[in-house]
């Protein structure tokens, strides 16, 4: 059984665009977070909730809207798609709303802007 | 600004061999710090941590080593095997405060070779 998981793995989109990225996690974990890793390589927090409640928002644009109906999802909506967003995304979740505590992370979704 | 630096990008050692990867950190205020293993196409998964109250753990082949002074922590993998060959990630947090995030470094794609 998948731990984490993310839909799609790869997604294709034009500039200008609205796209969604799902997550969920069986874990029965109360904190989930979205992570960005650029052409670069770096890995950058992006949003974290905690039972539902947003607890951390880097800078990341207001296009980015993280939504959590329950504990156990964690989706990214992405209005109006630039070539910059080109990135994967992970999803990761941890028991405790902690940075000491383990993030468990799903595969990653490869969103490419053309 | 990157806190958690691995000035390393790569690195190739034989099989039966150990391998040290390392790590730094410039914000003093980090005092837990962690491991990540990723294979292509796959999320980071957890390999192992260390407190700062600690200067080494060891897990199996896997043992990190921190220096709070020099702000600096390696990992050791002895002996390597080919399965290990897959890029890792550093990472450190702040277990206080509010600060729940963790700060990542770059990578260091390590290739044991048969």
């Known amino acids: 059984d998948t731990a984490v998981s993310q839909t799609p793995k790869y997604l294709v989109t034009q500039m200008g665009n609205d796209k969604s990225i799902k997550c969920e996690q069986n874990?029965?974990?109360?904190?989930m977070y979205w992570y960005k890793q650029d052409s670069k390589k770096f890995l950058k927090i992006m949003f974290s909730y905690n039972n539902k409640e947003l607890i951390i928002n880097e800078t990341v644009p207001n296009r980015f809207s993280p939504k959590s109906p329950d504990k156990a999802h964690l989706n990214l909506h992405i209005n109006s798609l630039e070539l910059g967003d080109s990135a994967v995304y992970f999803c990761?979740?941890?028991?405790?709303?902690?940075?000491?505590?383990?993030?468990?992370f799903g595969p990653g979704t490869r969103l490419t802007v053309l | 600004d990157q806190q958690v630096k691995q000035n390393s990008p790569s690195l190739s050692v034989q099989e039966g061999r150990i391998s040290i990867l390392n790590c730094d950190y410039t914000n003093s205020m980090f005092d837990y710090f962690l491991w990540y293993k990723k294979y292509p196409a796959e999320g980071p998964t957890f390999l192992i941590s260390?407190?700062?109250?600690?200067d080494k753990n060891e897990d199996g082949r896997f043992t990190v080593f921190l220096n709070k002074s020099a702000k600096h922590l390696s990992l050791h993998i002895v002996p390597s095997q080919p399965g290990d060959s897959a890029v890792y990630f550093c990472a450190a947090a702040w277990s206080g405060g509010s600060n729940y995030k963790l700060t990542f470094g770059k990578g260091t794609l390590l290739t044991v070779n048969p």
């Open positions: 874990l029965g974990h109360d904190t």
């Open positions: 260390i407190s700062s109250i600690k």
């Open positions: 990761a979740s941890s028991l405790l709303a902690g940075g000491a505590d383990t993030q468990y």
